[in-house]
């Protein structure tokens, strides 16, 4: 079985991407099953309805959150009603939906968990580790797994994966914006990479307008970070293929795919 998993999707331009290269990368690869975390889509910062219902008509089987899981409030209202939405397990506080859920895949089950780090997050957490333990212990079926890790801290993301070696199919690390150069299969089977990276405007700071951020991060002015309407995007993502007898994972790939870089050479 090929999974893709597509980095956090960024504001308008990241729905764009999706919109226009999804369906190329699912011919490309022979895509069975399409995850995407999309706790950045509307706005730079969570997820709305109707935003929701465009990823997922563009392609996307199952959306993941992070962090913003919360920021656009209209999800409280929603997140119950739909059935391919998975926020973070490891919540604190009570709320809506699924931390991890099942699906069938052509006959096989295939379960998406997302989790939040605790190491340089503003969020308070229950421990990853042990939320995923008593996951483990409570859901008993054997199947494909895939970790959706969203959080800042690479060493984190490394101790995690290590820790779920051969327990699960994949810990896939999101939050960080940047993709990095590091996808494996850990001795156990698991697949690895620390970030998948950003699917949204390539052209400035993590998906956001840099007039918007460098006042803010190097000048110390106030104001509100914003994504662009339009502009030359990138699409990252990984995809990996799956043993559908063991779960296991037997290849693990990047893909980055930035706009400019193909226009160029096409002129
Ligand atoms: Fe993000
Ligand atoms: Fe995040």
Do not use: W
Not at 91 to 104: C, Q, T, V, Y
Not at 194 to 211: A, I, P, R
């Amino acid at each position: 079985m090929n999974i893709l998993f597509i980095g956090d999707i960024v504001g308008r331009v990241g729905r764009r991407m999706v919109r226009e290269y999804l369906s190329t990368f699912v011919e490309k690869y022979n895509v069975d099953f399409v995850i995407a975390n999309g706790e950045n889509a509307t706005h730079g910062k969570g997820l709305s309805r109707n935003h929701y219902f465009e990823l997922i008509d563009a392609g996307v089987d199952v959306i993941t959150l992070g962090n913003h899981y919360l920021s656009k409030n209209e999800i409280t209202r929603y997140i119950d009603k739909v059935d391919c939405l998975v926020r973070p397990l490891n919540l604190l506080n009570e709320f809506g939906g699924e931390g991890s859920a099942i699906f069938d895949v052509n006959g096989i089950p295939v379960r998406v968990t997302n989790l939040l780090g605790s190491a340089f997050m503003t969020e308070s957490v229950n421990s990853p580790y042990l939320s995923i333990l008593d996951l483990l212990a409570e859901v008993e079926e054997d199947c494909i797994h895939i970790v959706d890790y969203h959080g800042e801290a690479t060493g984190e993301k490394y101790s995690f994966a290590y820790a779920m070696d051969g327990k699960v199919t994949a810990v896939l690390g999101t939050h960080t914006h940047v993709q990095t150069n590091d996808a494996r299969i850990l001795e156990g089977g698991t697949a690895f990479i620390s970030d998948v990276g950003m699917t949204g405007f390539n052209d400035g700071v993590l998906g956001f307008l840099k007039e918007t951020v460098v006042p803010k991060i190097v000048y110390g002015q106030s104001g509100k970070m914003q994504t662009p309407d339009d502009g030359n995007g990138i699409f990252s993502a990984v995809i990996m293929n799956i043993d559908e007898n063991t779960y296991k994972c037997k290849s693990i790939k990047t893909i980055k795919y930035i706009e400019s870089e193909h226009e160029n050479k096409n002129n």
